[in-house]
């Protein structure tokens, strides 16, 4: 579920990347004020660890697919949320330069659907909450079980809620794009059960891998979930749930700050947020309500300066394959002249035989330099 | 001199599960001298240089490097003055190249930049391996890697030098090797090892542990002729003794 | 396990591009993250049907593989494998967008004589593609799905070229440059330099379990999978500590600091420049549709 750069437009990956940079900030202060020195190779070894182990799978019953160990409840579990974003991150930056995952422009969304929620949503309001009532308890076998199904209700959840906003933040994401055609409701249906699967899967996992290590090493839970104030000192959780609250706050309002001036500028060029908006309320709602339609369009066709494509609605796309001349300028529907496209592949197809040309005749004279 | 001593008295130490660590060590090392520190796995080996250099606490008892008693005022001091080579380099090589895994420590004592370099590639040429400077640890073969995080910790000239297990995990060349450039060092040495042969070339000294405590100390050659003591601590006596009998 | 292997060699090998010495390697990262930047902010800003303005910035990847000589075989090869997720999301493009925008008449192309090698007829039929006497008409739909996949190979080779161009660390360095928090950097430096460590690990674990199994099988049962994975979890907490250990040794207090020689010259500045240049003028100037005009009035 990485968002690809080939499918964003430029004001939603920068809105996001601004968003994900002002919470890597955050979470970096956050992270140094805390005994920050220990920190410094776990944070790093565990990123790692997250690495190898999503390339461990297992076959998942009935179904026969695989699953894996997702990133962001384990590591907020492990080691809070400010770290687990941070290890999140350089996950995916690994992954976007290595393996092209998403690409670049993309990362700040990435960032944001696979990192913000599970570590900031997920993690401090549902899972904690969850886990807080058997915390407190000391450890022992009568209440192992408790514990257990605790822990697995607390990541199912936390899990299943993390990545159904993901997958909606991806779908949002796309759309406002308006580089793919999918519309909402469509895309919403595809993105949301798959993620519902792949939430109980990571929920399962997160869960059975937390259990294994509580039995294990319980001392290594514990130190995690008390520096991450799962402690029972009120003031101190108050205060947390506070700068949850305030991170969530600041995010939302980076969000719509940042995509505001954007889209604003974005307006005035028919490539971006605008565009995509109308784009997609325009599919929707064509032929159920005229009124909006047509005003959109005027609107649309008040800012849309359209070089090299052109772009129409329904009506008049039937209007126009009644005319008689195809072939010809239809500067009212906005067609593209014929002649133009044509030119527009030949000049292509050209551009692209030198493009090769200049690659090979550079390799070659390379070649010739490296021999003689 | 007083200078680089090394002393133990009646250490304890108990992990906080519960397991023995360290019963009862007391021992003095001195300026220059080469000390092997043998015995069966979990003998309690990497516990005790754990303790040489402030990285645990001992529940009772005291240590003395050089003329501090080891407390949290002179740990800085101490970490200067001792160089510990792990037992896994990866564990010791987390920089992005080799050149910045030796120049760290450089830095952080606090080496004005412009020498850095000079002392990284000194330090590489002392352990052989100068080439390897622009490569990343993880493109390295672990004889280069062991050379390399040697390095790391000669290079901030460490008056006493405290390996464990270094001949671990090498290929006979590597490990030649290693012995040829751990007897050139006049540091004082402390070494932690299975390899009573290495064990052998290099140290005039053994100390002997099981289960936490010592129970021999002396002279390498004599301890190792003792079949008895070597048994009892779950060792063997080195090949080229075997050979000489 | 396949996959296992398959991951930590690309990341390797490009490792081991990055540290090759031509004059692209040898340039100030800095000055090759921001033309990355550049390019793909410029490439993404397009609108979604076009495709032929697109085309010149090819020129690019193409120059810089040559430049930098890296393999063009491997890096298209794994842009191919990467390609599902554009490609899945693309191409309901076509089914759902079915306007028609673009009409390309045909008499011209049966002017080049292709129709006598290329049964044209049969080929809009495949690609669905509505045909009224002598016109082709291409639907939004398709525009944009091309549209995408080019977007695609641009954005993502442009990633490949960085990182074989620069390596991790050296990207590193410069996003540092950059003012980016230093505990991420930190981070990242750690997960890049750990990744091989643990997978190497992670792997060795994984055969060692096929071993006893005798089962080749990459998949394993869950109440296999949950042991071992949290076994690879408490070798990497132990880790962690013993390397902030081994940190603690040489005097670390919480500081990373690295003195490494990068130098932004002359050289970086007209590589940067002269991209900008490039880049600009191909979204100013749609050059083939230009091109393909002056042709057509020679014609
Ligand atoms: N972190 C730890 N927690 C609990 N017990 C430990 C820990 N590390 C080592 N031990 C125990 O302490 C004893 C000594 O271990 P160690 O010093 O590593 O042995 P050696 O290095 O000689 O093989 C062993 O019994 C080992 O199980
Ligand atoms: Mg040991």
New interface residues.
């Given amino acids: 579920m990485h968002m690809a750069d080939a499918l964003i437009s430029p004001a939603v990956g920068c809105t996001m990347w601004v968003v994900t940079a002002s919470l890597i900030g955050y979470c970096s202060k956050k992270v140094k004020s805390e005994m920050y020195d220990e920190k410094v190779p776990l944070m790093g070894v565990l990123g790692a660890f997250i690495f190898a182990a999503q390339m461990i799978n297992f076959t998942i019953p009935i179904t026969g697919s695989s699953g894996h160990l997702g990133g962001g409840m384990i590591l907020s579990i492990l080691l809070g949320p400010h770290i687990a974003f941070l290890t999140m991150a350089s996950v995916l930056t690994v992954q976007s330069l290595f393996f092209a995952d998403g690409g670049l422009l993309a990362l700040g969304c990435n960032i944001f659907n696979l990192g913000f929620f599970p570590c900031f949503i997920a993690y401090p309001l549902i899972y904690k909450n969850i886990v807080r009532k058997v915390h407190t308890q000391p450890y022992s076998h009568q209440n192992q079980q408790k514990k257990d199904k605790y822990i697995l209700i607390g990541a199912l959840i936390a899990s299943i809620v993390g990545l159904q906003m993901g997958a909606f933040a991806v779908v949002l994401e796309t759309l406002f794009s308006g580089i793919s055609e999918l519309p909402f409701g469509t895309f919403l249906l595809m993105m949301q059960p798959i993620h519902l699967a792949i939430g109980v899967v990571e929920g399962v996992t997160t869960a059975a891998v937390v259990i294994f290590i509580w039995k294990a090493r319980p001392e290594i839970l514990d130190s995690a979930l008390s520096t991450s104030s799962l402690s029972n000192s009120k003031l101190n959780s108050n205060s947390k749930s506070l700068s949850i609250r305030n991170v969530v706050i600041g995010v939302a309002l980076a969000t719509i700050l940042t995509g505001g001036v954007l889209s604003w500028f974005a307006s005035s060029n028919p490539d971006g947020l605008e565009w995509a908006m109308f784009k997609t309320s325009g599919v929707e709602e064509l032929k159920t309500q005229e009124g909006i339609h047509t005003s959109l369009s005027a609107i649309q066709e008040k800012i849309a300066f359209l070089p090299d494509y052109g772009f129409k609605s329904n009506e008049l796309s039937e209007s126009n394959k009644s005319s008689e001349n195809p072939n010809l300028v239809d500067s009212d529907s906005n067609i593209v002249n014929a002649g133009t496209s044509v030119s527009g592949l030949v000049g292509g197809t050209l551009t692209l035989l030198f493009t090769v040309v200049i690659g090979v005749a550079l390799k070659r004279r390379k070649s010739k330099i490296t021999i003689s | 001199m007083s200078h680089h001593i090394v002393q133990a008295d009646n250490l304890h130490y108990i992990y906080?599960d519960g397991t023995i660590g360290l019963d009862e060590i007391s021992f003095k090392i001195h300026h220059g001298e080469s000390v092997a520190l043998v015995g069966s796995n979990g003998a309690g080996k990497s516990t005790l240089l754990?303790h040489l250099?402030g990285?645990l606490t001992p529940t009772k008892g005291d240590i003395r490097i050089g003329d501090y008693p080891l407390n949290k005022k002179n740990l800085?001091a101490v970490?200067?003055s001792?160089?510990?080579v792990?037992q896994?380099p990866?564990?010791?090589?987390?920089?992005?190249?080799v050149f910045?895994d030796v120049?760290?420590?450089l830095?952080?004592?606090g080496v004005p930049?412009s020498e850095?370099?000079n002392q990284v590639m000194k330090a590489l040429e002392i352990v052989g391996v100068p080439h390897l400077s622009k490569r990343?640890?993880?493109?390295l073969s672990g004889g280069e890697k062991r050379a390399v995080a040697i390095a790391?910790?000669i290079a901030?000239m460490p008056d006493i030098l405290i390996m464990d297990e270094p001949s671990s995990n090498l290929d006979p060349a590597s490990r030649r090797r290693l012995i040829n450039l751990l007897k050139t060092f006049t540091h004082t040495k402390i070494i932690a090892t299975h390899d009573l042969d290495m064990a052998l070339e290099i140290c005039e000294r053994t100390i002997v542990l099981n289960k936490g405590g010592i129970i021999a100390d002396g002279n390498t050659k004599e301890l190792f002729h003792n079949e008895k003591l070597l048994l009892e601590s779950g060792l063997e006596k080195p090949l080229t003794m075997q050979g000489l009998r | 396990m396949g996959n296992l292997q398959n991951n930590l060699f690309d990341i390797f090998y490009m490792d081991t591009l990055a540290c090759s010495k031509t004059w692209i390697h040898s340039l100030d990262p800095r000055a090759k993250v921001l033309t990355t930047l550049l390019f793909v902010g410029i490439v993404v800003s397009f609108g979604k049907y076009e495709i032929s303005i697109l085309i010149p910035f090819m020129l690019y990847p193409v120059i810089m593989i040559t430049w930098a000589n890296l393999p063009i075989i491997y890096l298209i090869k794994k842009m191919v494998l990467l390609m599902p997720f554009a490609f899945f999301i693309g191409i309901f493009n076509p089914f759902i967008d079915r306007d028609i925008i673009l009409k390309i008449d045909l008499t011209f192309i049966s002017l080049l004589d292709i129709a006598r090698f290329v049964d044209l007829t049969k080929f809009i039929e495949i690609m669905g593609l509505q045909n009224s006497t002598g016109v082709i008409e291409i639907s939004g739909g398709w525009l944009s799905f091309f549209s995408i996949m080019i977007r695609f190979s641009l954005t993502v080779s442009a990633a490949l070229i960085l990182i074989s161009t620069t390596g991790f660390d050296s990207v590193c360095l410069a996003l540092q440059k950059f003012r980016v928090p230093s505990p991420f950097i930190v981070q990242l430096m750690f997960l890049y330099r750990y990744m091989f460590v643990l997978i190497d690990e992670a792997s060795r674990m994984v055969r060692a379990r096929s071993l006893r199994t005798f089962d080749a099988d990459s998949k394993m049962r869950f109440s296999l999978f949950v042991p071992m994975i949290g076994q690879l979890l408490l070798r990497t907490l132990d880790r962690a500590q013993r390397i902030h250990l081994a940190m603690c040794c040489r005097g670390f207090d919480g500081h990373i600091q690295m003195v490494r020689k990068m130098s932004f010259g002359m050289k970086e500045i007209l590589f940067i420049a002269g991209w900008s240049f490039v880049f600009v003028m191909f979204r100013l100037y749609n050059i083939p549709l230009n091109l393909g005009i002056l042709l057509s009035k020679l014609y």
């Fill in positions: 906080p754990l250099i990285c800085k970490r200067r001792t160089g510990m792990f896994d990866d564990d010791q090589l987390f920089m992005p190249t910045d120049a760290f420590g830095i952080n004592f930049e850095i370099e990343s640890p993880h493109k790391t910790v901030t």
